[in-house]
């Protein structure tokens, strides 16, 4: 399975890569980056293409072409505090882009194209700009969830969307599970090998809060060691 990729140098984006190139059912991996990713990681993986892309607005028909084949995308591009060029725009972009140019060409018929895209836990709860603490930004991420949970129903047997809503992504337990709470904390191997699944194997689930991504990659990492 050809999979699209952006965010690889990111920190959740570059586990999610990991997880992407030690996965058998991921035959190609085409990196969407704003800089180069290092000799090193595409040396060591024969399956894994960087395409060095600045403009995420726009896309040329030479990327377009390298994307084509493709059965799945994940999107873990930008920080919580990216703004809405990056939040909005550029995922808005590359939607219609693939929806016009990619689905059409999906390798095997009668199969959906899966978007998995990374919002925030901080977004469900601020549905409009009436919030002191980055309320704006907050209430168009939010609208933008909502619009591509929609795309699975608009498009049905064509696309289906995944938007996956952690709090705290850590490498290693909080220092005080009390406060933080089991719900609001993830594993960041657990949330890559959560959003690695939703791309393969899609899911009934379409938004995946920290427990559900949890449960999720937990069953991905438990299947590997069977």
């Not at 994940?74 to 909005?88: A, R």
């Amino acid at each position: 399975m050809k999979i699209i990729l952006t965010g690889s140098t990111g920190w959740i984006g570059s586990s999610v890569l990991a997880r992407c190139i030690a996965h058998p059912s991921i035959t190609s991996i085409v990196a969407l980056t704003r800089r180069p990713l290092p000799d090193s990681a595409t040396t060591k993986a024969p399956k894994l293409h960087n395409i060095v892309h600045e403009d995420f607005l726009n896309y040329s028909d030479t990327v377009i072409s390298q994307l084509r084949g493709a059965e799945a995308c994940i999107w873990v591009l930008g920080s919580p505090s990216s703004g809405k060029t990056v939040h909005v725009d550029y995922t808005t972009s590359a939607v219609n882009m693939l929806l016009t140019s990619i689905v059409p060409s999906m390798p095997t018929a009668g199969k959906p194209f899966r978007f998995v895209y990374t919002s925030g836990g901080l977004v469900p709860y601020l549905d409009t700009s009436f919030f002191f603490f980055l309320g704006e930004a907050r209430s168009l991420r939010a609208n933008l969830d909502r619009k591509i949970l929609a795309l699975s129903e608009k498009h049905a047997g064509r696309w289906e969307s995944f938007v996956a809503r952690p709090w705290f992504v850590l490498d290693s337990p909080p220092m005080s599970r009390f406060l933080l709470g089991e719900a609001s904390w993830i594993y960041r191997e657990e949330l890559a090998a959560a959003m690695v699944d939703a791309a393969l194997e899609g899911g009934e689930e379409r938004l995946l809060g920290d427990g559900a991504l949890r449960r999720k990659g937990q069953e991905a990492i438990g299947r590997e060691k069977l």
